[in-house]
């Protein structure tokens, strides 16, 4: 990275996960299906993956502020942000998990050194080393070429998630500072323009919700699932999906609600 290039990070604290963002949707869905406070290990074994990665996810949403440790190491729980988000998750609300991502990101103190050279690299494609190698500098490590390329995809995985940047022929973009530079009347005219956009689109009709007995799972614009509300309905359902799928949290969701619902 040349003088004229690099940017300083002046932080000692700064996030460095260690995995993306699928891996912090399965740390999410796991702990939120457990409902209670939990080690990595038992929710390795729960989610039917191994341990290292289960560690390794809860650690990264522990760095974007959606799991926060609960006294003991290697315990945790869910910070009232992650509760949120989790719910969201499940529902596959995913343009509002997007938007939550984003704003706890910006708000986030472990971030801010991240944020600072993304704002200073507006407008230019930057090579996720750049951002790796300054960051490395800082905490004063010597991280392997193979942990550099794994952290790199990682910070692309989550800021391309949460809209801070824009990904183009493996070069990130950022997507910070355009609003905060616009003029207020030009801020006025994009609102002005977005509503007349959202009243010409057509409107799509609306889907009714499931009836009472039924659990629901629905993806925007993919798919609604519906299973009925009874244990040998919910097994024979779980029975069909494969390991590891992003049903499985959502199944035992729905198993821990019903039996909560006997008692």
């Known amino acids: 990275m040349s003088e004229e290039k690099q940017i300083q990070i002046k932080s000692t604290e700064v996030a460095a ?92 103190p472990l971030w801010s050194e991240i944020i600072a050279f993304l704002r200073v690299a507006k407008g230019q494609a930057r090579d996720p080393t750049d951002l790796v190698l300054a960051v490395e500098e800082k905490l004063g490590k010597r991280w392997s070429p193979r942990m550099r390329s794994a952290l790199g995809n990682n910070y692309l995985s989550i800021l391309r998630y949460s809209g801070l940047i824009e990904l183009e022929k493996g070069k990130m973009i950022s997507q910070i500072g355009v609003e905060v530079e616009m003029k207020p009347e030009e801020v006025e005219e994009v609102k002005e323009l977005k509503e007349v956009e959202e009243i010409k689109a057509p409107k799509k009709p609306a889907i009714p919700g499931a009836p009472e ?23 024979f359902f779980e029975q069909q999906v494969k390991e590891g799928s992003v049903f499985a949290s959502w199944i035992q969701f729905i198993k821990n609600k019903i039996e909560k619902e006997k008692k």
């Open 17 to 108: 996960p260690m995995a993306g963002i699928d891996g912090i949707h399965h740390a999410v869905r796991a702990l939120f299906a457990y409902k209670k406070l939990a080690f990595y290990k038992e929710l390795a074994t729960a989610a039917s993956l191994t341990p290292v990665y289960m560690s390794a996810a809860l650690s990264s949403a522990r760095d974007v502020g959606l799991t926060k440790l609960a006294g003991k190491r290697g315990l945790y729980e869910l910070t009232s942000v992650g509760d949120q988000y989790a719910r969201l998750l499940t529902f596959g609300k995913e343009a509002d998990c997007r938007g939550l991502l984003r704003k706890t990101i910006l708000e986030n």
């Open 213 to 235: 007995e039924f659990a629901e799972f629905r993806l925007p614009d993919s798919f609604i699932l519906y299973v009925r509300k009874d244990l040998d309905a919910i097994t």
